[in-house]
């Protein structure tokens, strides 16, 4: 129907050139003819770059000597975040510092991940821009460092107690993380997406709640910008939102219609009635004309056949 139907294409417009030309190719045979969605329609292209971008404090901490400085990680599965086949996930690192009794953001670290074998998944991007705070840390440095990620301080503290018991999964960030351990960190957790009232009734400072928020809007930010999203589903949901729209009036008349009719007979509809009832009811929108195997729409190629009539 979203392809075909003539009365599709009268209500939801014209199919897409460019969809035409993408399903015209043998390789898309398989969707016509088992309804076997390709990969590639709804699949985001791979990302080859982590882009690291790195601004302020993270560039030239010497500036900021001085300021007590606080910081935090957070990862971002961006609108996708449920749908493996288009998630692109991106992580965020941020150093914050109070400044005339306000929270001010002083640097930042953003980075992608990368679809290079590894997991895509939001777990990755957590302990990713953990492991690159911690690459950035001096040794003498003691950081006051707040995640949201319960993930990220349970690797932490296994890898404390035991640093070569390495596993799987991200298991080449664990070890990135081990080899950091010499670095002075003290970790707070907290919940995200509380209200700044919340955070501090449950007795958490004000700092971990400003902190995390920023790293919050940057790994989203981040995610969000990853890939053309549209490019792979658009067109294709856009029409099936058209589509339903369009029908779903219809059908909720049909059930509104069958079920406060009044029931003549017990009996169950006979083949010749169905089809005498499905010529004067156009069913499912259908211009339902008879010809010697059945019935056949005028609309579109549909046709519904009499079997041992």
């Given at each position: 129907?979203?392809y075909e139907c003539a009365a599709c294409i009268e209500h939801c417009g014209p199919v897409a050139e460019a969809w035409i030309r993408l399903c015209c190719r043998p390789e898309s045979q398989h969707f016509w003819l088992r309804g076997?969605?390709?990969?590639?329609?709804?699949?985001?292209?791979?990302?080859?770059?982590?882009?690291?971008?790195?601004?302020?404090?993270?560039?030239?901490?010497?500036?900021?000597?001085?300021?007590?400085?606080?910081?935090?990680?957070?990862?971002?599965?961006?609108?996708?975040?449920?749908?493996?086949?288009?998630?692109?996930?991106?992580?965020?690192?941020?150093?914050?510092?109070?400044?005339?009794?306000?929270?001010?953001?002083?640097?930042?670290?953003?980075?992608?991940?990368?679809?290079?074998?590894?997991?895509?998944?939001?777990?990755?991007?957590?302990?990713?821009?953990?492991?690159?705070?911690?690459?950035?840390?001096?040794?003498?440095?003691?950081?006051?460092?707040?995640?949201?990620?319960?993930?990220?301080?349970?690797?932490?503290?296994?890898?404390?107690?035991?640093?070569?018991?390495?596993?799987?999964?991200?298991?080449?960030?664990?070890?990135?993380?081990?080899?950091?351990?010499?670095?002075?960190?003290?970790?707070?957790?907290?919940?995200?997406?509380?209200?700044?009232?919340?955070?501090?009734?449950?007795?958490?400072?004000?700092?971990?709640?400003?902190?995390?928020?920023?790293?919050?809007?940057?790994?989203?930010?981040?995610?969000?910008?990853?890939?053309?999203?549209?490019?792979?589903?658009?067109?294709?949901?856009?029409?099936?939102?058209?589509?339903?729209?369009?029908?779903?009036?219809?059908?909720?008349?049909?059930?509104?219609?069958?079920?406060?009719?009044?029931?003549?007979?017990?009996?169950?509809?006979?083949?010749?009635?169905?089809?005498?009832?499905?010529?004067?009811?156009?069913?499912?929108?259908?211009?339902?004309?008879?010809?010697?195997?059945?019935?056949?729409?005028?609309?579109?190629?549909?046709?519904?056949?009499?079997?041992?009539?």
């Amino acid at each position: 129907m979203l392809y075909e139907c003539a009365a599709c294409i009268e209500h939801c417009g014209p199919v897409a050139e460019a969809w035409i030309r993408l399903c015209c190719r043998p390789e898309s045979q398989h969707f016509w003819l088992r309804g076997l969605v390709p990969r590639a329609w709804t699949t985001a292209e791979p990302i080859t770059s982590e882009e690291v971008v790195r601004a302020g404090y993270f560039l030239d901490p010497a500036a900021f000597e001085g300021q007590e400085t606080f910081f935090a990680t957070d990862g971002s599965g961006g609108p996708f975040t449920k749908d493996p086949r288009l998630r692109k996930c991106a992580w965020s690192v941020v150093a914050v510092s109070c400044v005339d009794d306000e929270f001010v953001l002083i640097g930042s670290i953003t980075g992608r991940i990368c679809d290079d074998g590894n997991l895509n998944t939001v777990a990755r991007a957590e302990l990713r821009a953990f492991l690159e705070l911690l690459r950035f840390l001096p040794d003498t440095f003691e950081a006051l460092v707040v995640v949201d990620a319960a993930f990220v301080i349970n690797v932490y503290l296994k890898l404390k107690r035991k640093p070569h018991k390495i596993s799987n999964p991200h298991g080449d960030l664990r070890a990135g993380v081990a080899a950091h351990l010499s670095k002075r960190v003290l970790l707070t957790k907290v919940r995200s997406h509380l209200t700044l009232a919340k955070h501090l009734s449950k007795g958490d400072e004000a700092w971990s709640w400003h902190t995390n928020k920023f790293a919050d809007e940057f790994a989203t930010i981040t995610a969000q910008s990853v890939a053309p999203y549209a490019k792979a589903t658009g067109w294709v949901l856009g029409r099936v939102t058209r589509l339903t729209a369009w029908m779903l009036p219809r059908i909720r008349y049909w059930f509104t219609a069958e079920s406060t009719a009044p029931k003549v007979s017990t009996w169950k509809c006979t083949k010749k009635e169905f089809f005498t009832q499905a010529l004067v009811k156009r069913f499912g929108g259908h211009n339902w004309v008879p010809f010697e195997k059945g019935l056949r729409c005028t609309k579109c190629p549909t046709v519904l056949k009499r079997i041992g009539c």
